[in-house]
């Protein structure tokens, strides 16, 4: 029997029993849908990640006064005072492989007032180097100079953030707000970079003169890290060294005695931020391959009651002379054209479904075909496995005990 | 040539009962059927008349013998090779009729020709079915048809194959007396035309149609017999005719 015949019966089959192709169907439906959007959601979690990683910047390096500081955690007790203004310049000078140096204090839940509206932010005391360390500079208005450094004077730039909870739309570059008792013209506002590697607002702060933050705002001698921007991106490991190694040597550690402060690199940033996508991808991989296991079983299911319940079509269709391989081919056909439509539908519809979802909930998605397309050729599997053992046994009857 | 469309010889069919024991359904029977013959297998149930029928038409296998259809000797042919002979060589007439639901007369009747190397499938349903009286009724769905109409699309799908005999198996046995007698006239129109027919039924004045009748009792042939006067359904009909008429217009 030629195989477009084969084709037809199989499809016309298909035709006049819908309630069982649609049951069947939507067991692979529902799967392929279900798998669709957990992976969507998973690659979006590890897109977001390597833009996190990407925003603190491939070839920079970060060191934090205080040891055993980990990214992101907030710090306890007291803070660490062993990083100076002077090491950051030092490092600049004395390591080869460093670019340039941004040194920042940092003060958190710091009460900031414009008139009659407040709200709490982290205040960063930082020199002109941040914006081409960072690569992130004001969107409107201007960053802080080097006149601002030496005058110590009391301008900032703002976060889109706290521009928004305390200006709302209006302009507010000129406005003078307080930062403790302390006012401060507006300078400028800040490119807004969204999410840190952490899952921090990284949009929600205020940036003035490092030498204000030190003399007027925080009252401190120390700083509380060093971004660092390196030349290269290799070698990052003797770069660390290095700076391990001059750092010790300036803070008079003696050997045996643990760092006072804590070097940290992409590596390390990449690392932490897969840590925390990692647990959620396991948990949506699972989710996947048990939706999936529930299609197959649902298709082979049917598979197998459709098979026996048409045991007299297959003694009638052998009766008037239909071989055995006609039979089998009929049966797989069906299973193959059922399972590959509700793939084809589950993609659809999970691609839609991601698309609404990230509308709705900011939850960034991705959809990776070729995991999708891997779920269907699976679900596919199954539903031919599943329906083919029914139908080579009702196959191989001789046609009157088919009939029967 | 060989003027037998069947030569059955010692033809038996054992089935294993439970304990050991064996049931000869068909024991040592040996039959021809020749050309152009319209014969009737007769026994009452149970008797192994169908089992007999069965073997004949190559729809199950004998235990032990030799058939030969049309020369062929078939007991020793593999599925696929019988596959082939009932596609070309046996119609089939069933007593549910055993057509496909939900699908059509004319794609009922095509069901033989698509497991065939016919190419011209619709050209020859169509032209089956106008031969059995139902050229308005190609597509009709059997839930849409009378018992007769859904027994007379089988006699078209087994005729559509040009086959060199038709087996039908109590084709009458569902139907009412009109609608069997409309069916016997079928087939005798048919075997005038030259089809060899072998009918197996357990009601006498259906088998009394036949040319020959073969009594099977206990799985063995008790008498094989010419039909000297064998009853015309076309008459029949026609005398059932004005009984209805009457009984309509009182």
Redesign the interface.
């Known amino acids: 029997?030629k195989t477009g015949?084969v084709l037809?019966?199989a499809f016309?089959g298909l035709g006049?029993?819908k309630l069982r192709t649609f049951l069947m169907m939507i067991g692979i439906v529902i799967g392929i849908t279900a798998l669709t959007l957990i992976v969507s959601a998973g690659l979006g979690a590890q897109n977001r990640v390597m833009e996190r990683v990407k925003k603190f910047g491939l070839e920079s390096m970060m060191v934090f006064a205080g040891a055993g500081r980990e990214v992101g955690q907030p710090t306890s007790g007291q803070p660490a005072t062993t990083l100076s203004l002077e090491d950051a310049t030092m490092l600049k000078q004395e390591i080869k492989t460093v670019a340039d140096v941004a040194p920042f204090g940092r003060k958190g839940q710091s009460e900031v007032k414009f008139q009659e509206k407040s709200t709490t932010t982290t205040v960063f005391g930082v020199t002109p180097s941040w914006a081409p360390v960072w690569d992130w500079d004001a969107a409107e208005g201007d960053f802080i100079t080097d006149e601002d450094m030496s005058n110590l004077a009391r301008i900032c730039v703002i976060g889109p953030t706290v521009q928004k909870e305390l200006f709302g739309t209006a302009n507010p570059i000129g406005e003078q707000l307080r930062i403790g008792s302390v006012q401060f013209e507006i300078r400028g506002v800040m490119q807004a970079k969204g999410t840190s590697p952490a899952g921090g607002d990284m949009d929600d702060r205020i940036y003035i003169p490092l030498t204000t933050f030190m003399r007027r705002v925080a009252n401190v001698d120390y700083i509380s890290a060093i971004k660092i921007r390196l030349n290269t991106s290799k070698d990052m490991a003797k770069t660390a060294a290095d700076i391990n190694a001059l750092l010790r040597e300036r803070h008079k550690l003696a050997v045996g005695t643990p760092d006072d402060f804590t070097i940290t690199t992409p590596t390390e940033v990449t690392k932490m931020a897969e840590k925390v996508a990692g647990t959620f991808n396991i948990f949506l991989v699972l989710v996947a391959v048990i939706s999936l296991i529930a299609g197959g079983v649902v298709v082979a299911n049917i598979m197998l009651i459709s098979v026996n319940e048409r045991r007299?079509?297959i003694g009638?269709?052998?009766?008037?002379?239909?071989?055995?391989k006609?039979i089998i081919r009929q049966f797989l056909y069906e299973a193959t054209a059922v399972t590959l439509t509700g793939g084809v539908i589950g993609i659809v519809l999970g691609a839609i479904g991601a698309k609404i979802l990230e509308a709705f909930t900011q939850m960034p998605m991705a959809v990776s075909w070729e995991s999708v397309a891997l779920g269907v050729v699976f679900s596919t599997l199954v539903g031919i496995l599943a329906g083919l053992q029914p139908a080579k046994k009702a196959a191989a009857l001789?046609?009157?005990?088919a009939?029967r | 040539m060989n003027n037998n469309v069947i030569q059955g010889t010692n033809l038996a069919k054992i089935y294993n009962k439970g304990g050991g024991g064996e049931v000869g359904a068909v024991q040592n029977v040996s039959v021809e059927i020749r050309r152009g013959e319209y014969a009737a297998i007769m026994g009452a149930s149970g008797s192994g008349k169908s089992t007999l029928m069965?073997i004949l038409g190559c729809?199950?296998?004998p235990t032990s013998g030799s058939l030969k259809l049309d020369g062929i000797e078939v007991s020793t042919l593999t599925?696929?090779e019988l596959?082939?002979v009932?596609?070309?060589k046996i119609g089939?007439v069933?007593q549910s009729f055993?057509l496909?639901?939900?699908?059509n007369a004319l794609?009922n009747v095509e069901?033989?020709l698509?497991?065939?190397d016919k190419t011209d499938i619709s050209r020859l349903a169509r032209h089956a079915l106008e031969s059995v009286g139902l050229a308005d009724r190609v597509h009709h769905n059997p839930s849409e048809l009378s018992g007769g109409q859904q027994q007379r699309v089988a006699i078209a799908?087994a005729l559509v194959?040009d086959p060199e005999i038709i087996f039908a198996d109590e084709p009458t046995g569902n139907l009412d007396s009109k609608s069997s007698l409309e069916i016997m006239a079928l087939f005798q129109q048919l075997n005038e035309k030259g089809r060899t027919i072998v009918l197996v039924t357990h009601e006498p004045d259906i088998a009394q149609h036949a040319r020959r009748i073969i009594q099977i009792a206990d799985g063995r042939i008790v008498s094989d017999e010419v039909n000297p006067n064998p009853r015309v359904a076309e008459q029949e009909m026609s005398a059932l005719l004005p009984k209805e008429v009457a009984h309509e217009n009182r």
């Open positions: 029997m015949r037809k019966v016309k006049k029993n007299k079509e009638l269709r052998k009766a008037v002379g239909a071989r055995r006609d001789q046609p009157i005990e009939l | 069965n729809l199950d296998k599925d696929e596959a082939r009932r596609n070309k089939f069933f055993n496909l639901a939900r699908t794609e069901l033989p698509i497991y065939s799908r194959t």
